[in-house]
């Protein structure tokens, strides 16, 4: 089975640009979570999508958003860029189906943003 | 606000010997997660804990959860270097039922020497 595939895998990108990160969960996964992880901050968490509805948000600006498709596939945008938003990016993806569900969060390998 | 405490941040242990980390949380949760990070790589799931008294073992890792205390530890029994690696807790801070919001705590490197 694929795991969690995340492209592009890097990125370089100047302030004030907007990007797009997409994420492909694995075949039959239906929830996907976004993190940033930063050296100061730590791993924090983004948002969950499920069945193409957003079911959590973390603290995070306005300018960080995303979607989800009805293939469960999961696109994340930043827009106007800074400085502090470089930072890798996971996606992650879990099975639920209504009271069935595992616990198991997979995680891909991950977007390396820079912003210069 | 829930916040996730992880000590020590730093860990140097001998090949050979046993070391513990800790994981203590802010708010009620019962379903806690264990992630080890290589250099370079995502998070790794070793370990999910969803009562309280619940241990699980893997290996030379051992996971324990003790939800009144608001305590997981991971204990490492004989080190080997091949557990060198950067080790998460994580809390789920989700509203129950199939939602879903892990906090995570800053993590333990853990460097093992010959």
């Known amino acids: 089975k694929a795991g969690v595939t995340q492209t592009p895998r890097y990125l370089i990108k100047t302030r004030g640009q907007q990007v797009t990160l997409s994420c492909s969960p694995i075949?039959?996964?239906?929830?996907v979570s976004w993190y940033q992880q930063t050296p100061g901050q730590g791993l924090q968490f983004l948002f969950e999508y499920f069945s193409e509805t957003q079911r959590n948000k973390g603290n995070f600006p306005g300018r960080f958003s995303g979607r989800q498709f009805s293939n469960s596939r999961s696109e994340m945008n930043v827009s106007t860029l800074e400085l502090g938003d470089s930072a890798l990016y996971l996606c992650?993806?879990?099975?639920?189906?209504?009271?069935?569900?595992?616990?198991?969060?997979?995680f891909g390998p991950g977007t390396r943003l820079t912003v210069l | 606000e829930l916040k996730v405490e992880q000590n020590p941040l730093f860990l140097s242990m001998q090949e050979g010997k046993n070391y513990t980390i800790y994981c203590n949380y802010s708010?009620?949760?019962?379903?806690l997660y264990w992630y080890r990070q290589d250099p370079g790589k995502s998070l790794e799931s070793l370990f999910v804990l969803l009562s309280n008294g619940a241990v699980k073992q893997e290996g030379r890792l051992m996971a324990s959860l003790d939800t009144k205390a608001r305590l997981s530890t991971l204990h490492i029994t004989a080190a080997v270097h091949d557990l060198s690696a950067t080790y998460f807790c994580?809390?789920?801070?989700?509203?129950?039922?199939?939602?879903?919001?892990?906090?995570f705590g800053k993590g333990t490197l853990l460097t093992v020497n010959p």
């Open positions: 994580a809390v789920d801070a989700g509203s129950g039922g199939s939602n879903y919001k892990l906090t």
């Open positions: 992650a993806s879990r099975y639920t189906s209504g009271r069935l569900r595992t616990d198991t969060q997979y």
């Open positions: 708010t009620t949760s019962d379903r």
């Open positions: 075949s039959g996964h239906r929830s």
